[in-house]
């Protein structure tokens, strides 16, 4: 069951997995809008969900706080905490009967620190690690499997398309195929993933030193922005 936005994007890789054998459905919709998330739950009434994977969670307003727009930075909270909660609420619950499953949430190192033009999208992603361990405690002896995937910088198209500068010294690129796969090797040992080559970056965000922390991360991500 692939779900996305765009329909041509979400035909073309609906194609592609089919040409591997494999039986796909698709639901085309914005998972912030009003109803989506009965319009996902009737598409999968009469199949068992196994894998519920949420990585639909882009900063879609990035702006500085108070020169952004409320309803924007509401959608954001929607797509990053209200949505992955709701999907996580319906097939959980199904998960931990057959006490067999796996949920993986997609997380960020954005969530370790404050950064300009993150305020909202960097507390959700805080959100969601939090959210991903608390899931983890409380469904282990259910034998449902909970990971937080922490990314850094990913080639992804949505980021392309954005225009990042993926040039900057110094900074880890990671491939999209490479972070999937990773985190699907290691959805039985979370509760927490860091996508391999950002350790260093994750754990310099533990620094007791806030101030300093936060501008090495304004610096980063002024660099990404001004590509």
Known sequence: MLIARKRDQLAATAAECRAHGVQVRTLATDLTEPGAIGRVVDA???????????????????????????????????LNVAVPMALVHHFGQSMRDRRRGGILLAGSLSGNHGAMRQSVYGGAKAFVQIFAESLWVELREHGVDVLALVLGATRTPAMARAGL????????????????????????????????????????AADADRAKVVLEAHDRVRQLLNG
Do not use: C, Y
């Open 44 to 78: 999968t009434a009469d199949i068992e969900v196994g894998l519920l994977i949420h990585n639909a969670g882009a900063n879609s307003h990035s702006r500085p706080f108070l020169d952004g727009d409320l309803t924007a930075f509401q959608r954001v909270i929607d």
């Open 165 to 204: 500068n993926f040039d900057v010294p110094g900074l880890v690129v990671s491939e999209p195929e490479e972070v999937a796969r990773e985190g699907l090797a290691h959805l039985p040992h979370g509760p927490v993933r860091i996508v391999s080559g950002h350790e260093v970056q994750a754990a310099s």
